[in-house]
């Protein structure tokens, strides 16, 4: 697709980014953000965002790279961009749209807290979107197009997806090779890993059980967080100390 269609194929869009957070909003401009609350004086239009906010890739090794907005955009959740040999794919998706990015041809969520701007890559992309079917259920993702709704674990592009549910219902993690997409299941705080507080607490402890049984007997090197990358040989002492701190 050339520049001169692409904008035309792009004109007529409704879409708001949450400056506070990073959520993505269809349609006609809400009141307030669905997702965090922040009031629409905190929106900005998603043509504006694509200005202002250049999605940056940071590489991790020889096939991933964490995908930053610069400047920093809300919350910032990194998205990651792997390169199998089946072509390219992005665990969860960057909040602002840049047109200029290398194409993926899938977009694998964890979860549905931050479906980005999936739907304006999609479209531009002819991209498949994958979320599990309990999280394509929320009302949060009522307006973004869902290609594929898992129910159970797969693999696909040799990337292993493990539903383990705790955080959302349907939240997934992802391993590719020797690195493991735990997003934002747990966070790296000064004084160690943190269970996600925005979730039913003992559901989360809970399925991080599944998650250690899963990792336990695999060959790990790096971790993909939300907003960080670890080592995973520091990271899962850590972890594990947090499964046995009630």
């Given amino acids: ?68 907005s610069v400047p920093k955009l809300g919350l910032e959740h990194a998205a990651y961009r792997i390169e199998t040999e089946a072509g390219a794919v992005w665990i969860d998706s960057p909040s602002a749209f840049n047109r200029g990015l290398a194409p993926v041809k899938a977009i694998f969520f964890t979860h549905h807290h931050f479906l980005g701007a999936s739907n304006q890559y999609r479209r531009l992309w002819d991209a ?38 705790g955080h959302t219902p349907g939240f997934t993690f992802y391993i590719y090779r020797d690195a493991l997409f735990i997003c934002d299941y747990v966070f790296l705080a000064e004084a160690g890993l943190v269970f996600n507080p925005y979730g039913p607490e003992q559901e989360t402890r809970k399925q991080a059980e599944r998650i250690k049984e899963i990792i ?31």
């Fill in 1 to 68: 697709m050339n520049i001169s269609s692409t904008h035309e194929f792009l004109d007529g869009i409704q879409q708001w980014v949450c400056l506070q957070c990073g959520y993505n909003m269809i349609g006609n401009m809400p009141d307030v953000c669905p997702f965090c609350g922040a009031k629409h004086d905190r929106f900005m239009a998603w043509d504006e965002a694509e200005k202002t906010y250049h999605v940056t890739a940071h590489a991790v090794n020889d096939t991933v790279s964490q995908l930053l």
């Fill in 216 to 246: 336990s007997s695999k060959t790990l090197t790096t971790v993909c967080g939300y907003n960080y990358v670890a080592n995973f040989a520091d990271w899962m002492p850590g972890f594990e100390r947090l499964l046995r701190n009630p």
């Fill in 128 to 165: 498949e979107v994958w979320l599990h079917d309990l999280d394509a259920k929320h009302h949060l993702s009522a307006l973004f197009d869902i290609d594929r709704r898992f129910s159970d674990d797969f693999v696909a592009y040799g990337i292993e997806a493990y539903h383990i549910g």
